[in-house]
Nanobody
Framework: QLQFVESGGGLVQPGGSLRLSCTAS????????IGWFRQAPGKEREGVVC????????NYVDAVKGRFTISRDNAKNTVYLQMNSLKPEDTAVYYC?????????????????WGQGTQVTVSS
């Protein structure tokens, strides 16, 4: 089955850190832009950040700029999301998916191969 597998979520206190991993299963992610999305209960899925195939271009949503960092290791077929200074409003299920171009709009409909997601809960 062609999909991404997300991992690394958990429960963390405000101000804490987590590193999420997104590993491609059944295909190589090297030719693609990869995006991280999140969906909180009762809210629409929103784009968090994307990274181009080379890693040279990234686009972050304003809410996470300066706190989250995306990176990729094509040799390991994995994209990472380092999340620092976490806030309660970062609580959501985090997903990754692929597309062609890393654009600021990050429309979910332009991405595919969604995984099951990993839960991130920020609470004291």
């Amino acid at each position: 089955q062609l999909q991404f597998v997300e991992s690394g979520g958990g429960l963390v206190q405000p101000g804490g850190s987590l590193r999420l991993s997104c590993t491609a299963s059944g295909f190589t992610l090297e030719p693609y832009t990869i995006g991280w999305f999140r969906q909180a209960p009762g809210k629409e899925r929103e784009g968090v950040v994307c990274i181009s195939r080379s890693g040279g271009m990234t686009n972050y949503v304003d809410a996470v700029k300066g706190r989250f960092t995306i990176s990729r290791d094509n040799a390991k077929n994995t994209v990472y999301l380092q999340m620092n200074s976490l806030k309660p409003e970062d609580t959501a299920v985090y997903y990754c998916a692929k597309t062609v171009l890393c654009s600021r709009s990050m429309l979910a409909g332009r991405y595919d191969y969604w995984g099951q997601g990993t839960q991130v809960t920020v609470s004291s």
